[in-house]
């Protein structure tokens, strides 16, 4: 099936650690995303990226940093310059690398710290 | 950049009653706008989006409208079923620079149906 895959669905990290979150897809799309939801506040855009080695900030990218190796693959990593990480995170793919036809999201991972 | 509003930020209904969600934009080159569905503890999913050229488009109890002139776009649900509660997302598509172009959200609804 295709799809994209969020990895772990939920995280917990220490005070003053790096973590990477995993985002797999298998839609052979272009455009990536991560997205950080808090409650009231909709979904912010963390990074994108439209091509493999190339990505762009988003509106809240300080304290994370992003990696577009391989297509299928755009893993987050919330460092711990991150003053406020915990969060759910979303991943999204889509075929039109402007944002201009349906996003697919994975299941999110929920990141926890301690 | 792109700011979208979206109310109300909650929404109870009893079943069977049709819930109505509005939204704004400020860009007035956005041209794409996706509503998605968000169940707890999921992501969200696209349930229906609209284009600019149109102004409304329906699918089966969902239909969005588009209001270009005013830069505003609605969602409406007839016939509301216990599935169908959840929270709903618009989001607007606008040109970010360098070729490329990005979503914005609204903050989402939480649409609650009664049985």
């Known amino acids: 099936d295709g799809g994209i895959t969020q990895s772990p669905k939920y995280l917990f990290r220490k005070e003053g650690q790096n973590v990477t979150l995993s985002c797999e897809q298998n839609?052979?799309?272009?455009?990536m995303y991560w997205y950080r939801q808090d409650p009231g506040q909709g979904l912010r855009l963390i990074y994108y990226?439209?091509?493999?080695?190339?990505?762009q900030k988003g509106d809240i990218a300080e304290g994370y940093s992003v990696s577009r190796e391989k297509k299928e693959s755009f893993p987050l990593t919330v460092t711990s310059a991150q003053k406020n990480p915990t969060a759910f995170y979303l991943c999204?793919?889509?075929?039109?690398?402007?944002?201009?036809?349906?996003?697919?999201f994975g299941q999110g991972t929920r990141l926890t710290v301690v | 950049g792109e700011n979208v509003e979206q109310h109300p930020s909650t929404l109870s209904v009893q079943e069977g009653d049709s819930a109505v969600i509005k939204c704004t934009y400020s860009?007035?080159?956005?041209?794409?706008f996706p509503w998605y569905k968000q169940e707890l503890g999921k992501g969200p999913q696209l349930i229906i989006d609209?284009?600019?050229?149109?102004g409304e488009k329906k699918d089966q109890r969902i239909a969005v409208t588009l209001n270009k002139t005013a830069k505003h776009f609605s969602l409406h649900i007839t016939e509301t079923q216990p599935e169908d509660s959840a929270v709903y997302f618009c989001?607007?598509?606008?040109?970010?620079?360098?070729?490329?172009?990005?979503?914005?959200f609204g903050k989402g609804t939480k649409l609650s149906v009664i049985p």
């Open positions: 860009d007035s080159a956005s041209n794409y």
């Open positions: 999204a793919s889509s075929n039109s690398p402007g944002g201009l036809s349906e996003a697919f």
């Open positions: 990226s439209q091509i493999v080695n190339d990505f």
């Open positions: 609209i284009r600019s050229n149109v």
């Open positions: 989001a607007a598509s606008a040109y970010s620079g360098a070729g490329s172009y990005q979503l914005t």
């Open positions: 839609l052979n799309h272009d455009a």
